[in-house]
């Protein structure tokens, strides 16, 4: 432990939006979980930095180059930044372990940090590994498999947000399992709480990932009036009340107390998704439980915990893609206040005894300890 405190952690994600949530901890207007870690880190005695993965390189080339990649980046649908990794130079050379958040930053690490800290340890963080070449256009999936290997091998250690992600990108990469691990995401449940009993009668529904599947959603046929969260474009909806808040909790647009307040004010959440390996909509998922609200998940391939979250008890799983059940799934809800209130007391049982920001905390000190170490 003494040894690991000892050396320098950094922490790499888009760091504005975390900064300003530091400004706001001690007034208790943010949650803890989007640090993933780091408060804990920090509160042990390790020696911690933020790096903004959205950092942009100093002088006329490095635009000039940061902006040719952004165009390389839409003409292939696969984004990598050498740009951003350099605009980090200093804090690579600073640090002795290096933990990437974001599936893109964390390849383009390990393509180019070993040049910039050849003694750091380098750990990637990936939500959606397993899926990232199938989603470059197609001619362009030889160059993005090649970089994908290359970033992978730079890396010193991977760890995943879903088991069903790390078990794919291990078969398709050929990854070494041991150089891989699972990181449990937790959520902040003093922040994210219930706010009495009252409810105003809606479906809502958050979220910006790509694998958001707000057209199920709006094609469900009932008559629940619908309020979304999004940046994603949302088709309009034929029947019914439908409420359309642009904007994002990442970026700030919107306010985690005002998402908060939105949880706790509705009848019931839905996180419709695509079929994916992802383990997408899991943020929005316990938040929306732990403030003690029934939640209707799409039960795709890369669910997360499959064990722990259960149909029926503390939440309500249907097929992806169908709006039928989706809808049969809210109208049986909101016909059924003693449903909605047992289910919605269950999960918030579940959230605090199985998905609370400890196990987050226990799971980047024992990765800390141990990458620390090597």
């Not at 206040?337 to 007391?345: D, V």
């Amino acid at each position: 432990m003494a040894s690991a405190a000892a050396k320098r952690f950094l922490f790499l994600y888009p760091g504005e939006s975390r900064q300003a949530r530091l400004r706001t901890l001690s007034t208790g207007e943010t949650p803890r979980e989007f640090f993933y870690g780091y408060l804990a880190l920090a509160e042990a005695g390790f020696d911690c930095a933020i790096g903004d993965t959205r950092k942009e390189p100093e002088g006329m080339l490095g635009k000039l180059a940061l902006n040719l990649e952004f165009a390389r980046n839409r003409a292939t649908n696969f984004g990598l930044s050498r740009q951003r990794v350099r605009a980090l130079a200093d804090a690579f050379r600073h640090c002795d372990v290096a933990l990437s958040f974001t599936d893109s930053f964390s390849v383009s690490m390990g393509l180019l940090a070993r040049d910039l800290a050849p003694n750091a340890f380098l750990a990637g963080g990936f939500h959606s590994l397993s899926e990232t070449v199938d989603k470059a256009k197609p001619w362009a999936r030889a160059y993005a498999l090649a970089q994908m290997r290359r970033g992978l091998l730079g890396l010193d250690h991977l760890f995943f947000f879903g088991a069903a992600d790390r078990d794919r990108s291990v078969e398709i990469f050929g990854l070494d399992r041991a150089r891989t691990s699972v990181y449990p995401f937790g959520v902040d449940t003093d922040f994210w709480s219930p706010g009495g009993d009252a409810e105003d009668g809606s479906v809502v529904s958050v979220g910006s990932d790509p694998q958001r599947d707000y057209a199920t959603l709006v094609a469900a046929p009932t008559t629940a009036p619908l309020r979304i969260v999004t940046r994603l474009p949302v088709p309009k909806r034929i029947a019914g009340d439908y409420e359309l808040f642009r904007g994002s909790l990442h970026n700030q647009a919107i306010s985690d107390r005002v998402l908060r307040d939105l949880y706790r004010g509705c009848s019931v959440v839905a996180v419709p998704l695509r079929e994916t390996w992802q383990p997408s909509g899991y943020s929005v998922t316990l938040q929306a439980m732990a403030c003690g609200k029934p939640v209707i998940l799409s039960a795709i391939r890369g669910l997360w915990d499959p064990g722990i979250l259960r149909s029926g008890e503390n939440c309500v799983l249907v097929p992806p893609g169908d709006p039928a059940a989706l809808a049969q799934a809210i109208d049986d809800l909101m016909a059924d206040a003693g449903k909605r209130r047992r289910i919605g007391l269950a999960a918030r049982e579940t959230a605090e005894r199985k998905f609370g920001l400890q196990r987050m905390n226990d799971a980047i000190v024992a990765m800390a300890e141990r990458f620390g170490a090597a």
